[in-house]
């Protein structure tokens, strides 16, 4: 054999021995995957095809305390058709009777949707989509449609389950409903009842199982879920609908008035602390209010002149002083250092009993008073206000309660001014709602219980837990102290001289404390200064079932800055309304000659809300809050214009209501 063949025979030996060495190893390899890492492998490839998803439980209902729904979880649903799971056969036969059931349900016609389905058919499309957000009657009336109906491997059905809340109540009370939200990361915000009580409304978690298809789509396999979802508990809270109503119109009507930035107002039960109703309105750049921020819960602030209720009580429990004891108010103008106290009748009182300077809200009075009582001692007039927990959070499940100010001598910003900036509610610093829980607390003859929204939680109609009374402290103070100075703020509304005076009314009882504060006055900038008017009190005087709280931020200054005319409005719109729909309060005689005329109007009102109307009623006589809510109620846009009753309306009575859209009221 040449040497050339010999070579050429050990090369093919070389290059066969290379080969089946080769062989060998891809054999030993795919025992090896197949033996040792072949769940490893399989596993890896079940994941590429087969995944686990979450399905989100639906979320337990948020009621109000007579059960109506103030946030509900609501199943939407989104259809798809897997066009290569059908016989070709089935499809030819009910791809034209299911389009025509499509088309009565969905609204679009037959031939649409059979476009839509045989071009699925066609392109071998897994995942076509029919609707979005179907309700449930939708969802169950479709999965008996021609085709469908067969389920998802032989009819090609898909639906996928998504869950959204909706707001019954609409805008009304939206910020303190509240949401419970969480990020790509799990980290969660939380606002208002949905966000405090999330952990008996969320539920727990279902599983199922989804396979991968093109282009990145996952596809649900089969129709039951590899571990079903848990529905959250039902939460009733402690809101009145009603009452939530009438403070929401009676602040909206204020704010709009006085075109102030924004405001909120609180009702709550003087016993048990329930919170009745929370309304929050902020302005918008278009000029529109809507519960922009919890400012009832979150806005910390000083309160001005409702503060002196808690100094005349803080000085009546040391007995520095009585409600007799006599201050000189000068000319209504006092310098301590180089600073001028100074009050809003710049006339000055001269003389006058602490009792008097409480009803007239005399600054320069309170300021001497507390200055000079404690000015040897500040620690001990400081001490006082913090037994009364004035410097304490409620600790409110829900997140965001603002912390209040109450500096101690010696911290930073205290000086020789702070005991008669104090005096008048400057230097400190509280929320409305803990402003409110003082005031409810004398209310209570000195026994100061923890504001509540939460009533009970549900599971159908089980009891799962209950949520009691609650109290603070027994008795922030005596019951002499407390019953003295529910007897000035009672003055301060049914006294000539006292500052709420035009607020009185012989139908209904109230008592109570405007306030006035400045903010922003630190700017050298006139035109910056702004003002907090406020009124706190509760009703009916003698025997307090509710108490209410209303502040209004930023009022136009060229149409009123004062606590009286701004909030005080509101508070007595929401007393007046209050008796005339709750018969519980055994004070009001509704019958007697000299109320008639207020059962007279809430008769009318009752009259006309009955009615089932397609016209425009007759409004005029009528008080202005009665008239836009029966207006409203009908569907009609109300402007008002002016304060009191109606004098006249735009559109006259009669006319279509489909042919009006907005109707002007003008009142006097």
Known sequence: MPVSEKKILKRLYVVSAGLFLFAMAVIVKLVSIQMVDGDKYRDLAEKRTEKMFTIEPNRGNLYSDDGSLLATSVSRY???????????????????????????????TSSHYQQILRKAKAHKNRYALIARNLDYSDYTALKQFPLFKKGPYKGGLIIEQKTVREHPLGKIAERSVGYERFDENGYSTRVGLEGAFGQYLRGIEGKRLKQKIAKGQWKPIGLDNIVEPKDGYDVVSTIDINIQD????????????????????????????????????????EGKYYERLNYAIGESSEPGSTFKLMNMVAALEDKVIDTSTIIDTENGRWKIYRHWVEDSNHRGYGEISMAKAFEVSSNTAFAKMVHTKYKDNPEMYVDRLRKMKLHQQLGLPIKGEGKPVLR??????????????????????????????????????????????????????????????????????????????????????????????????????????????????ASKDASKLGYISSFSGYFPADNPKYSCIVVIHNPDKKVGIYGADVAGPVFKSIAQKIYANNPLINEVELMTAENKKLDDAYQEYYTEVQKNQ?????????????????????????????NGKVKKQSISHGTAISKVEKIILELS
């Open 246 to 285: 009438i403070a929401h119109h009676g602040l909206l009507g204020q704010l709009e008035k006085y075109n102030a930035d924004h405001g909120c107002v609180i009702v709550m039960e003087t016993a048990t602390g329930e919170i009745k109703a929370i309304s929050n309105l902020g302005i918008t750049k």
């Open 78 to 108: 989104t259809v798809r058709f897997d066009a290569v799971t059908v016989d070709n056969d089935d499809f030819q036969e009910n791809v034209k009777p299911l389009a025509n059931e499509l088309s009565k349900l969905l609204g679009k």
């Open 408 to 521: 101690y001598p010696g911290e930073k910003g205290w000086s020789g001014l702070s005991l008669a900036q104090m005096a008048y509610g400057y230097e400190v610093s509280m929320t409305p709602l803990q402003i409110l829980t003082f005031y409810n607390a004398i209310a209570n003859d000195g026994e100061m219980v923890k504001p509540r929204l939460i009533k009970e939680v549900k599971e159908w109609n089980t009891t799962i837990q209950k949520f009691e009374k609650e109290i603070i402290d027994p008795s922030i103070c005596s019951k002499e102290t407390a019953k003295k100075v529910q007897q000035l703020m009672a003055n301060v509304v049914s006294e000539k001289f006292g500052t709420a005076h035009k607020l009185y009314s012989p139908n209904f009882s109230m008592a109570g404390k405007t306030g006035t504060a400045q903010k922003d006055y």
């Open 614 to 642: 397609s016209n425009v009623p007759n409004v005029k006589g009528m008080s202005g809050m009665d008239a836009v809510a029966i207006l409203e109620n009908l569907g009609i846009q109300v402007e008002v214009r002016g």
